[in-house]
């Protein structure tokens, strides 16, 4: 990647680029915007559509979770900020480019690829990704539109929140999920659904888990689903009881496995199990099938870890979903840690070789930090990266660019043939998905395809 130039002193507002119109984009807009420099954005995103993760990648049923896109939404509305959506970086823009046209650029392009499990038989046909599941469900344009649903027995392996959701959309009925806003394609796929029995695993125990206590708790609400825990996986060593007491979330969410643990068991006809200090180590298949998974038995270490108690046992089951993590895409031109999944930076500037800063080239969010942590923990991410930013725009040390107004982006796409998403042609396809869920009495239907996606953003 060539060095950019030093900034040199222009007039007019500091402009700057962020690639990725998620939470993590939307934030570090809305910081940028509140700083005491005059600014002007564009917020630019490979989809159609903003808002990243809360539209592609949280389950349709969590509509709490979706109420962020609210406040996301007033910070679209503000006069200092433009989407400009149906752009891919490394396909339709480049660094290059970008610093011709503005002082900096801030890459929140996310996580959206599955981190490896490396297990025997975790290539085998019915072992599947996480986020390729939520992918489908969630109506991406860039996943598949069927999905196979034909175990009855199916394993998720981890215990995190998206392990949970995953188990709770393959363990509801597809009636249940109609009234949020899946596609018909996904209904449809649900409709042919065959599990009856989700087994969740993790390989430590109930104080050791992901989980948050609102969305752990979601999982006993469906009156199809029976959620069940063996009283045997309810133990703790002082490490365990030292999170409990440091950590009131850690605490709730052992409590309430605990008390599901001493409950007599119901009849709801589909059950979901929580499998705690059992460690994925095969994929069991047969003609190149998965018809089951192989767990051993761990036991506490006394600091929270566990280790292999040599006890082995065989789950009989026909999918296997892994959700261990997410996985950041490398982006052409910019430095990335492959073992991380990150763009390599020292608090959000981006660095390159010899661990030099190279300017006007931010990060924040998962491609920044790692997929971990909740959407509100984005906004710390992006005030440190902007904070950054505005000081090596004080030292002059961000881009000096040539053409920084905006009708010469504008111009840019045109002399290209390039048709890009406004934030006017959000309010487009927001209010045609609005339209297409009202006859059912539904808040919306999501639209898939993309070439739809972007007929229902045009001015009519």
């Known amino acids: 990647m060539t060095e950019a130039p030093s900034q040199s002193n222009t007039t007019g507002p500091l402009r700057v680029a962020v690639v990725g119109a998620g939470p993590a984009g939307i934030y570090a807009s809305d910081a940028l915007m509140k700083s005491d420099v005059p600014v002007s954005i564009d917020l630019y ?16 049923d969590h509509p709490r979770i979706k109420g962020i896109v609210q406040s996301l939404h007033k910070v679209m509305d503000k006069p200092e900020i433009r989407l400009i959506g149906n752009v ?47 992918g489908w469900y969630d109506g991406n344009p860039d996943f598949p539109r069927t999905w196979p649903l034909t175990a009855r027995q199916v394993a998720v392996l981890g215990v995190g929140n998206v392990g949970l959701d995953v188990a709770r959309v393959l363990a509801k009925t597809a009636e249940d999920l109609l009234p949020t806003e899946i ?99 095969e994929v069991l298949g047969e003609d190149g099938k998965v018809v089951g998974l192989r ?49 390599p930076n020292e ?11 190279i300017p006007g080239v931010f990060t924040t969010g998962w491609i920044k930090r790692g997929p971990v942590g909740l959407i509100g923990h984005t906004k710390g991410d992006a005030n440190e990266t902007v904070a950054c930013l505005l000081a090596d725009h004080a030292d002059g040390k961000l881009w ?32 045609h998905e609005r339209g297409l869920g009202e006859p059912q009495g539904r808040e919306r239907v999501k639209v898939v395809e993309r070439e739809h996606m972007l007929d229902a953003s045009r001015e009519k």
Not at 49 to 56: E, K, N, Q, S
Not at 235 to 242: I, L, P, W
Not at 252 to 268: E, K, L, N, S, Y
């Open 347 to 357: 608090a959000g500037r981006v660095v390159g070789e010899h661990n030099a800063h």
């Open 45 to 60: 995103e490979k989809m159609p559509a903003p808002f990243g993760l809360i539209r592609y990648g949280v389950a349709p």
């Open 400 to 431: 000096a660019p040539e053409r920084p107004d905006l009708e010469s982006v504008d111009q840019y796409f045109a002399d290209k043939g390039h048709e890009v998403t406004t934030w006017d042609g959000w309010y487009r396809l927001d209010a």
């Open 88 to 134: 891919e970086f490394g396909r339709d823009i480049d660094i290059d480019m970008l610093s011709k046209h503005y002082h900096a650029v801030i890459f929140s392009t996310g996580a959206v690829k599955d981190r490896k499990l490396g297990i025997p038989g975790i290539d085998l046909d019915g072992s599947y990704g996480a986020a390729e599941f939520v």
């Open 183 to 281: 596609p018909p394609n996904v209904h449809e796929g649900l409709l042919q659904n065959q599990a009856v029995e989700v087994h969740v695993f993790g390989r430590r125990g109930p104080a050791q888990a992901k989980f948050t206590p609102l969305e752990l708790r979601e999982l006993d609400h469906s009156q199809t689903i029976e959620v069940i825990v063996d009283p045997e996986d309810i133990d703790y060593d002082e490490g365990s009881e030292q999170a409990r007491r440091e950590s009131k979330i850690t605490d709730m969410v052992a409590t309430i496995i605990q008390d599901w643990a001493i409950r007599d068991p119901g009849d709801r006809p589909h059950k979901l199990y929580l499998h705690f200090f059992e460690s994925p180590v």
């Open 295 to 343: 767990t051993e038995r761990t036991t506490l270490t006394g600091d929270g870890n566990v280790k292999g108690t040599g006890q082995f046992k065989d789950w009989p089951v026909q999918a296997v979903y892994r959700a261990v993590g997410y996985y950041s895409d490398p982006l052409p031109g910019l430095p990335f840690d492959d073992e991380a999944g990150v763009i």
